[in-house]
T-cell receptor, first 114, second 110 residues
Framework: NAGVTQTPKFQVLKTGQSMTLQCAQD?????MYWYRQDPGMGLRLIYY???????DKGEVPNGYNVSRLNKREFSLRLESAAPSQTSVYFC?????????????FGPGTRLTVL | SQQGEEDPQALSIQEGENATMNCSYK?????LQWYRQNSGRGLVHLIL?????REKHSGRLRVTLDTSKKSSSLLITASRAADTASYFC??????????FGTGTRLTIIP
């Protein structure tokens, strides 16, 4: 039982490049989330998926797209990376979204955009 | 912003002492959660307290919630070096999302 896994762990991009961050959970959770964490800012929600087949914007969605590929997988895509997207990205999952249950986090992806 | 705010931003104590950190928020909540983050790692859930609860315990952790003051506190008793981490409160306002605070960085001095 691996919980929430994220790939890659580290990535360096040049401005304008694109990439997809992958997230998978093996806990049969319905809801999945993408956050970014910047120094002094706490975690900010980018996008979330309350259930398979649905996605919704969070607090900071601009510059990102997401895909809920199936119940297990939720990917985050940067179409044209910008230095302002340098951050640590966390994926999380929870059993049931409406009650905002306990969220389980992955280990994070450290992204640097030059 | 509806974001919770932790206080203090940083706290250093001697091993064995108790550590207290606080969280304040602005609007009515459904529940409040506390998470721990060790350096370079993801967040780990510690405890959830619902709006109709006033206190919860889990091992060396004690969480209180005062909805009239819109605040919560996390007490870690008999601190250990392994408790060195950042601690975040997260609030749910009855929708599908959690809103995280900016965290308290706790350092336990051996």
């Amino acid at each position: 039982n691996a919980g929430v896994t994220q790939t890659p762990k580290f990535q360096v991009l040049k401005t304008g490049q694109s990439m997809t961050l992958q997230c998978a959970q093996d806990m049969n959770h319905n809801s999945m989330y993408w956050y970014r964490q910047d120094p002094g800012m706490g975690l900010r929600l980018i996008y979330y998926s309350a259930s398979e087949g649905t996605t919704d914007k969070g607090e900071v969605p601009n510059g990102y797209n997401v895909s809920r590929l199936n119940k297990r997988e939720f990917s985050l895509r940067l179409e044209s990376a910008a230095p302002s997207q340098t951050s640590v990205y966390f994926c999380a999952s929870s059993v049931v979204a409406p009650r905002a249950d306990t969220q389980y986090f992955g280990p994070g992806t450290r992204l640097t955009v030059l | 912003s509806q974001q919770g705010e932790e206080d203090p931003q940083a706290l250093s104590i001697q091993e064995g002492e108790n550590a207290t950190m606080n969280c304040s928020y602005k609007t009515s909540i459904n529940n409040l959660q506390w998470y721990r983050q060790n350096s370079g790692r993801g967040l780990v859930h510690l405890i959830l307290i619902r709006s109709n609860e006033r206190e919860k315990h889990s091992g060396r952790l004690r969480v209180t919630l005062d909805t009239s003051k819109k605040s919560s506190s996390l007490l870690i008793t008999a601190s250990r070096a392994a408790d060195t981490a950042s601690y975040f409160c997260a609030t749910n306002f009855g929708n599908e999302k959690l809103t995280f605070g900016t965290g308290t960085r706790l350092t336990i001095i051996p």
